[in-house]
């Protein structure tokens, strides 16, 4: 005969079940908050940056080289590293549009070298009031990548006491070619800072969104209030838009994947002589 288990113990296994399941919730959740990709893709990018600045300012034969970068899309600019180091003052500050040498570099594309900034009117001294440095000559110039003003590569002083020697038109043409390469890595630095953050927000979103929808609707939200780049921001909202799709099947994969091949035939022929359009 067999034992007959009480009725409130019978009323008690749902509620220990049902514990136990938001208990493990629970844990699950804070398995997922715990997880950080921060830094996992700029560390290098950074490092790299570091280097060839490093290196720049060696070539050019300047004490101390800077790189400012966007600062939002209205033309602003702020600091992001310097062979001398970056004080917290230096990264608080903010240059707005068009103010300085430096703005007037990034607004007009063209370099600009200044033997004596204390003879220049657009001179920006707010940097060298806030660290105690002094500046004396100057060579800045533009950072494009991708059709795009990324930021300003700037050469400052020479090594010694001063009176220095101003930049000569050699060492101009020296500093772009290093821009054209701290541009490169300037932009895919801002992407993979985008692209870390949105792995962040995405990896949290996904532990409190009731369905997929919610979630693609939230990663959506959160990239259009970014401040990065639009064309960054523009990309990642693309991703999360093909990422939507070709979870519906191979079929929907294959009509996307056939659409952007004739997309890129498409810009490819507008980028020639404009008489195929490649199809």
């Not at 300047?62 to 899309?73: E, F, K």
Request: with cysteine.
């Amino acid at each position: 005969m067999s034992e007959q288990v009480p009725d409130d113990e019978n009323e008690r296994s749902p509620a220990r079940a049902g514990n136990r399941t938001k208990s493990s919730a629970a844990k699950m959740s804070e398995v997922i908050k715990r997880i950080d990709v921060s830094n996992s893709l700029t560390v290098p990018l950074r490092q790299a940056i570091d280097d060839l600045l490093q290196l720049a300012a060696g070539s050019v034969g300047s004490a101390v080289a800077s790189l400012l970068v966007r600062d939002g899309n209205e033309g602003g600019l702020k600091f992001l590293t310097a062979t001398s180091g970056v004080s917290d003052e230096l990264l608080a500050l903010r240059l707005p549009p068009g103010a300085g040498i430096a703005g007037l570099v990034f607004s007009t594309t063209q370099p600009m070298a200044v033997a004596d900034v204390s003879n220049e009117g657009s001179f920006w001294s707010e940097a060298d009031r806030r660290t105690g440095f002094k500046t004396v000559t100057l060579l800045a110039t533009p950072l494009r990548a991708n059709g795009e003003m990324v930021g300003v590569l700037e050469f400052v002083n020479r090594p010694g006491d001063p009176p220095y020697p101003p930049f000569t038109p050699a060492e101009m043409d020296s500093a772009s070619r290093f821009a054209d390469a701290i541009a490169r890595l300037v932009d895919a630095y801002e992407i993979a800072q985008l692209i870390e953050s949105l792995f962040n927000y995405s990896i949290k979103a996904s532990a409190t969104a009731t369905s997929p929808a919610i979630r693609e609707s939230d990663l959506r939200e959160w990239l259009e209030r970014s401040s990065a780049a639009p064309e960054h921001r523009d990309l990642l909202l693309l991703w999360v838009s093909l990422r939507e799709i070709v979870t519906r099947g191979s079929g929907e994969r294959e009509f996307c994947r056939n659409l952007l091949e004739i997309i890129a035939r498409f810009t490819k022929g507008q980028s020639g002589d404009g008489s195929n359009f490649g199809f």
